[in-house]
């Protein structure tokens, strides 16, 4: 069946050093892929998403890679800050599906 | 525009209890789905609906039904409570489905089962 898998579970950084979150997928059909933050007692929000037809995406200190042939993609934060603490999940779908698989999450932890 | 509600925010029900959630999606979003979040399972999807249809459903028992009316407001419905089923319960709405539009959450509803 479909599965996203999220690695690391945990992640602690020093304030300004960069974060790397990667997800691998199962189902080649899925081609939208996005990431959620979700901080302590708060609704996840969406940060990025890629889509298929695209390899890399970049908003100010986020960025995303996709690469299909392995079925991996990424989150980078460059320049962590305090406030980037929070649950990061990827997630996969395809058209269609009307829904969307969710990694197992990666607590984020930026030493000030 | 205001964001996706849900209600009640906190539920306290004992075991072989029913209990009915309700979201409310933004204004002109017609597509609701519905997720489990847990600390061991993560975030797992429930069903989702498209004006008043259900698309797409989950890995979950049949005690988890949900429904949705003509004004895209949307009901999940859990029979038969069991302690397993204490979790945060979010919806999410978007203009036509997760594949295609951003999806946004709302705040979700604690149910504890005792």
């Known amino acids: 069946g479909e599965n996203v898998e999220q690695h690391p579970s945990t992640l602690s950084v020093q304030e300004g050093d960069s974060a790397v979150i990667k997800c691998t997928y199962s189902?080649?059909?899925?081609?939208?892929f996005p990431w959620y933050k979700q901080e302590l007692g708060k609704r996840p929000q969406l940060i990025i998403d890629i889509r298929s037809n695209v390899g890399e995406k970049k908003d100010q200190r986020i960025a995303v890679t996709l690469n299909k042939t392995a079925k991996h993609f990424s989150l980078h934060i460059t320049e962590t800050q305090p406030e980037d603490s929070a649950v990061y999940f990827c997630a996969a779908s395809m058209d269609s599906s009307y829904k969307l698989i969710f990694g197992s999450g990666t607590r984020l932890l930026v030493r000030p | 525009k205001a964001g996706v509600t849900q209600t009640p925010r906190y539920l306290i029900k004992t075991r072989g209890q029913q209990v009915t959630l309700s979201c409310s999606p933004i204004s002109g979003h017609r597509s609701v789905s519905w997720y489990q979040q847990t600390p061991g399972q993560g975030l797992q999807f429930l069903f989702e609906?498209?004006?008043?249809?259900?698309?797409n459903k989950g890995n979950f028992p049949g005690r988890f039904s949900g429904r949705q009316f003509s004004n895209s407001r949307s009901e999940m419905n859990v029979s038969t409570l069991e302690l397993g089923d204490s979790a945060l319960y979010l919806c999410?709405?978007?203009?036509?489905?997760?594949?295609?539009?951003?999806?946004?959450f709302g705040p979700g509803t604690r149910l504890t089962v005792l």
């Open positions: 609906y498209f004006s008043e249809t259900q698309r």
């Open positions: 999410a709405s978007s203009l036509q489905g997760s594949s295609y539009n951003e999806q946004f």
């Open positions: 189902d080649s059909a899925s081609n939208y």
